[in-house]
């Protein structure tokens, strides 16, 4: 298990690495595309919970815990290659693009199935069900703890004058990924699950969240690298 989440982890790294080098090239755009389709794939993906020896501790963490992360990897690149505000402007069309899939998605799955595909119809919606308090959760979740990553990594840039692109990646990445895992879970499981299983599955989501942080690290100096080699 631990071998396909760890493949998980640097696909999901290489394909918004990529993302980054073609954006030299092509356009921001792409980026901010690839940046929108991680974080809708992290509403989608967050319904599937995975069991994993992570450093020989035993937890339980969401599969979307590693396209989510990567998504301040991306933030990350952008502000390192484009500044403060490019990364804010990948960051808000995230939030934007969130905004707009949920009364789509709502209406689909309000749409009456036809009748050989009932039983499929069913599932779908199970899956795409919408739950107003887990919505509100995740997107302010979102919004805050993505602008904060933003803000911090360039105080740390600016502080360390530019240098030490490992620290400011990792410092910010581990206080943001923190700041989202308390508001998220706090919110979005408040009063379904007693308060030490919500302690628990912060602090277990959070690790997991480092570890990936550490791991995108060589990525941010190879897409930072090769952009500005272009």
Do not use: C
């Not at 809708?40 to 599937?48: E, F, Q, R, T, Y």
């Not at 599969?63 to 992360?69: D, E, K, L, N, P």
Request: hydrophobic residues 55%.
């Amino acid at each position: 298990m631990f071998k396909l989440f760890f493949l998980w982890i640097l696909t999901t790294l290489t394909i918004a690495s990529l993302s980054v080098i073609l954006a030299k090239r092509f356009g921001k755009f792409i980026v901010y595309g690839v940046f929108a389709m991680l974080v809708l794939l992290s509403n989608i993906a967050a319904g599937k919970i995975m069991n994993i020896d992570l450093l020989g501790i035993n937890i339980v963490v969401p599969a979307v815990v590693a396209i989510y992360s990567t998504t301040f990897l991306l933030t990350d690149a952008l502000g390192e290659i484009y500044g403060k505000n490019t990364a804010k402007r990948a960051v808000l069309s995230g939030f934007v693009a969130n905004i707009f899939a949920v009364p789509l998605i709502y209406i689909v799955t309000k749409i009456p199935p036809a009748s050989f595909n009932a039983e499929f119809a069913s599932m779908f919606n199970e899956v795409f069900k919408l739950v107003p308090q887990i919505i509100f959760a995740s997107m302010l979740a979102y919004l805050v703890s993505q602008l904060h990553d933003v803000y911090i990594y360039h105080w740390y840039r600016k502080k360390t004058k530019g240098r030490y692109m490992w620290l400011r990646n990792n410092a910010s990445t581990a206080v943001s990924q923190l700041i989202d895992s308390t508001i998220f879970i706090t919110i979005a499981f408040y009063g379904v699950f007693p308060a030490d299983v919500i302690k628990s599955m912060i602090i277990y989501q959070w690790i997991a969240k480092i570890v990936i942080a550490i791991i995108d690290t060589p990525f941010l100096y190879i897409v930072t690298y090769i952009s500005k080699k272009f």
